[in-house]
């Protein structure tokens, strides 16, 4: 079982939807939990760090987290075709460690 | 300008040929960390760094070494590369692991 896992998709949705992106993860004591989005390219920039159970929103972006299911979810409202992209799920594990391990990542297409 | 700055961005060298890609942050961050990036695969770790003279493997840190010398430079160095390390790779910094990090542009490596 990978650490962290993602459906490598892609995801299409029609623009003005909102787009789910989901993140499993293996180690049931890790900590903190992000989002990074990276455009064909580029290099990854995060979108949303989350730390506890429940809901963070930041514009059109909320993510979600459920340690007891070790789940991390990402929603983007009202999806823009300037959304479309990778989007990374990353994972620090429990332990004073520095290690981040991240999914293989979403591919996102929004269409006009 | 913040920043995290990699050189060189492309690369090509033949097997067993020493190389080093530099990595410099001017944010003042305690953490750094390399990640290769292969298509399927997504971000993998190679070598993070806590702190100055503190470092330690990632996931995948056979065939690299790293040092950290000094807090803005963290370089990568492949003493003997081979083709599979052919890849994408990336630098970032953070003022700790938990915290949103910065990537690099990314270096290109082709080892033939």
């Known amino acids: 079982q990978k650490e962290v896992e993602q459906n490598s998709g892609p995801l299409s949705v029609p623009e003005g939807a909102i787009a789910s992106l989901n993140c499993t993860y293996s180690d049931r004591g890790s900590q903190s939990f992000f989002w990074y989005r990276q455009y064909s390219g580029k290099s990854p920039e995060l979108i949303m760090s989350?730390?506890?159970?429940g809901d963070k929103e930041d514009g059109r972006f909320t993510a979600q987290l459920n340690k007891a299911s070790q789940y991390v979810s990402l929603l983007i409202r009202d999806s823009q075709p300037s959304d479309s992209a990778t989007y990374l799920c990353?994972?620090?594990?429990?332990?004073?460690?520095?290690?981040?391990?991240f999914g293989q990542g979403t591919t996102l297409q929004v269409k006009p | 300008e913040a920043q995290v700055t990699q050189n060189p961005r492309y690369l090509i060298t033949v097997t067993g040929k020493k190389l080093t890609v530099t990595c410099s942050q001017n944010?003042?961050?305690?953490?750094m960390s390399w990640y290769r990036q292969d298509p399927g695969l997504g971000l993998r770790q190679i070598y993070y760094?806590?702190?100055?003279?503190?470092?330690d493997k990632g996931d995948v840190p056979e065939g690299y070494k790293v040092s950290r010398k000094e807090k803005r430079n963290f370089p990568l160095i492949l003493e003997s590369p081979s083709p599979n390390q052919t890849s994408l790779y990336f630098c970032a910094s953070s003022r700790q692991v938990q915290e949103t990090q910065y990537f690099g542009p990314g270096t290109r490596l082709l080892v033939l």
């Open positions: 944010m003042n961050h305690e953490y």
């Open positions: 760094s806590m702190n100055v003279e503190v470092t």
């Open positions: 990353a994972v620090n594990p429990s332990g004073n460690t520095g290690k981040l391990i």
């Open positions: 989350i730390y506890s159970n």
